[in-house]
């Protein structure tokens, strides 16, 4: 059977892209199912989006945005009645299981609404002025052209939360989405085309990062660059895109602790402990990574989790019964192997796991460490798969010290019924989303998205944060006198 290649969608066309290289799609839960193959496209299919994109602004600048925001209540519509086809090439060429995938949709079709709405008030305001008779206010302004570069994790939601909210406020946007979900990115650009949005106004170039996506990143034209994926690209994309001053936002790794002290409810703590590490096959920068105990209760913890965590059911995300699918590709696979090397070697105790399992796909066990110090490899280094870090604390203080003891800070957990010390982290914890008594995962449509320190650089992304980071402020002077006067003192 012929195995179908990817095309770009540039200027409103699918075409054929006339590079010869292309990276196989490959199902990780069975690698003798290759989907299809995604074009490594070249500079200059990238440059001919972003020609295109750069062609279609003016009319969609000048286009009402109660106009663009319905094409994006239409792009809800259509996510909603293709949940199940968007799920299941989500599960095919990500791997994670389908009531993952049908909740990552159900996701982006939140935006989508979300930012439909939010068309009705990109909003500036209006100031009372220093001068008599004149009237000053703000516009908030489209940037022109932008690019989006997504990771693999997210396949359909990310490229989802960078798009529509530059959409609505009337960029025209250029998406690199990963080389080896290129399913979910096509599912994206088709709803984006069936909905109504004008050629040119959203392009798809399949590429590799070093062609497509540096391109994205440096030509002159382009206004902004949205990125997210590992601290390493995103370092080197936020210099490349301020040499040329465009806006940059770079969403990055995580290693997120979940703190659980000795008056948490245990049997919650678990389960949100579990369902953090290893839900999406830990390849989450929300995923629980470190769990830090207060010693009183962490025998009895893990002792729990490790029953909890022995009960998950590792397989192919498609069929029922399965709580775990596997690595997203051979590289994050020989990743997770690696790092499971690493912390044995370095003296970490394995209290389940730590091996790659038998089967056709890239699967691992789920993985748990104890003993995990925190100068370790396991506790500062994001892993991106199923391998917890134990590591134990006195009191809070110390729990606090290792919370923040690492280079990144996107989201983390407390456990615990006393109130203050929930005030007291809270405060004190340096990451850019906070979850008492629940998981380290997860984000809503309509609250900011985005860390602290090495993981967040730029803007929140999601809410209206997404908005403005879009966005240019215009201020504007009006004198309404009619007469000649000297107005500015300044
Ligand atoms: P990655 O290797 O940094 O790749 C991310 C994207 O950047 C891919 O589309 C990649 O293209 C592209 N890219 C690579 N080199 C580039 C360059 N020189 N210029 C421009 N673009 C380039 O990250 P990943 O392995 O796909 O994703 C995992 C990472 O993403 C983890 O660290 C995870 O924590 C992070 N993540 C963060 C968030 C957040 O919101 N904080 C959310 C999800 C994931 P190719 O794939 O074609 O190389």
Redesign the pocket.
């Known amino acids: 059977m012929r195995v179908r290649r990817y095309q770009n969608f540039i200027n409103g066309q699918w075409v054929d892209s006339g590079s010869s290289s292309s990276?196989p799609n490959i199902n990780p839960a069975n690698t003798d199912d290759i989907i299809g193959h995604a074009p490594q496209s070249t500079r200059d299919e990238a440059q001919a989006a972003i020609a295109a994109a750069n062609e279609a602004f003016p009319a969609w600048r000048n286009t009402p945005a109660p106009a663009r925001g319905r094409i994006l209540a239409k792009a809800a519509q259509l996510c909603t009645d293709r949940k199940e086809e968007i799920a299941r090439t989500m599960t095919r060429e990500e791997g994670k299981t389908l009531s993952e995938s049908r909740g990552e949709v159900q996701k982006s079709i939140n935006l989508f609404e979300y930012y439909a709405g939010a068309s009705f008030r990109i909003e500036g305001r209006t100031s009372p002025s220093e001068v008599p008779s004149t009237f000053v206010y703000t516009l908030r302004q489209p940037l022109g052209v932008v690019s989006a570069?997504?990771?693999?994790?997210?396949p359909f939601c990310?490229p989802v939360w960078k798009t529509a909210p530059a959409l609505v406020t009337g960029n025209t946007v250029v998406l690199?989405?990963?080389?080896?979900t290129p399913g979910c990115a096509e599912l994206l650009a088709k709803i984006y085309e069936e909905a109504g949005l004008p050629k040119g106004v959203f392009n798809l170039v399949y590429?590799?990062?070093?062609t497509?996506?540096?391109e994205?990143?440096n030509n002159p034209t382009i206004r902004a660059v949205s990125?997210?994926?590992?601290?390493?690209?995103?370092g080197?994309?936020a210099k490349?895109a301020a040499a040329h001053l465009a806006k940059v936002t770079c969403?990055?790794?995580?290693k997120n602790p979940a703190v659980i002290m000795d008056d948490a409810d245990l049997d919650l703590a678990v389960e949100g402990v579990a369902q953090g590490a290893f839900g999406s096959t830990g390849q989450?920068?929300?995923a629980t990574s470190r769990v830090i105990l207060h010693q009183k209760i962490a025998d009895k913890f893990i002792e729990k989790l490790i029953e909890r965590v022995q009960k998950i059911k590792v397989g192919d995300g498609m069929q029922d019964g399965v709580s775990m699918g596997p690595a997203v590709d051979k590289a994050?696979y020989e990743t997770d192997l690696r790092y499971i090397a690493i912390a044995k070697k370095e003296g970490c105790r394995c209290l389940t796991g730590g091996e790659a399992l038998p089967g056709k796909g890239y699967f691992v066990a789920p993985t748990v460490f104890d003993g995990v110090t925190p100068a370790m490899t396991l506790a500062q280094e994001?892993v991106?798969g199923p391998v917890l870090a134990v590591m134990r604390a006195g009191d809070f203080e110390e729990a606090m010290q290792i919370a923040n003891g690492v280079k990144f800070g996107?989201t983390c957990s407390i456990y615990t019924s006393d109130a203050n010390l929930v005030m007291r982290f809270t405060d004190r914890i340096e990451a850019g989303m906070v979850h008492i008594n629940s998981p380290t995962v997860g984000g809503e449509a309509q609250l900011p998205?985005?860390?602290f320190k090495q993981?967040?650089y730029g803007s929140r992304?999601m809410s209206d944060e997404g908005l403005n980071f879009f966005t240019q402020l215009k201020t504007v002077f009006y004198d309404y006198t009619g007469v000649k006067r000297q107005t500015n003192i300044y």
Do not use: H, Y
């Open positions: 990276v570069i997504t990771p693999w994790n997210f990310i690199k989405a990963a080389s080896n590429g590799s990062g070093g497509v996506g540096d994205l990143v990125f997210t994926g590992s601290c390493e690209t995103g080197a994309v490349q969403e990055m790794g995580g989450r920068c929300t994050q994001e991106f996107l998205f985005g860390g993981t967040g992304e």
